[in-house]
């Protein structure tokens, strides 16, 4: 069983950064790619960001790209998501969630979720 714990989401003013976390425990983290994942509200939740397990390779989805950057710490254990340039439309909740072995997309299907972190976006 592996555990997820996201932390460092917030309010933030339009043009504003956050970085969020994503911290994994009770499994070998480094058999699993991580993915960020957000649902705003009244919308399905969608993949952002992920990075896979064999080859570090990274994937973003069209609206955070140029502004989001996915990255790991595998001695911490931790994934990160340095969000940029932030707008409203931003404005979710963030999720990180982690898959058993590669992955070549955004929008894999997780074995294991955090509970999120809150991101808002506005003046």
């Known amino acids: 069983q592996l555990q997820l714990v996201e932390s460092g989401g917030g309010l933030v003013q339009p043009g504003g950064s956050l970085r969020l976390s994503c911290v994994a425990s009770?499994?070998?983290?480094?058999?699993?790619?991580i993915g960020w994942f957000r649902q705003a509200p009244g919308k399905e939740r969608e993949g952002v960001s992920s990075?896979?397990?064999?080859?570090?390779?990274?994937y973003y989805v069209d609206s955070v790209k140029g502004r989001f950057t996915i990255s790991r710490d595998n001695i911490k254990n931790t994934v990160y998501l340095q969000m940029n340039n932030l707008q409203p439309e931003d404005t979710a909740v963030y999720y990180c969630?982690?898959?058993?072995?590669?992955?070549?997309?955004?929008?894999?299907?997780?074995?294991?979720w955090g509970k999120g972190t809150l991101v808002t976006v506005s003046p």
């Open positions: 009770g499994h070998t983290f480094t058999l699993y790619s």
């Open positions: 990075i896979s397990m064999n080859d570090g390779r990274t």
């Open positions: 969630g982690a898959h058993f072995g590669m992955v070549e997309t955004t929008g894999f299907p997780p074995d294991y």
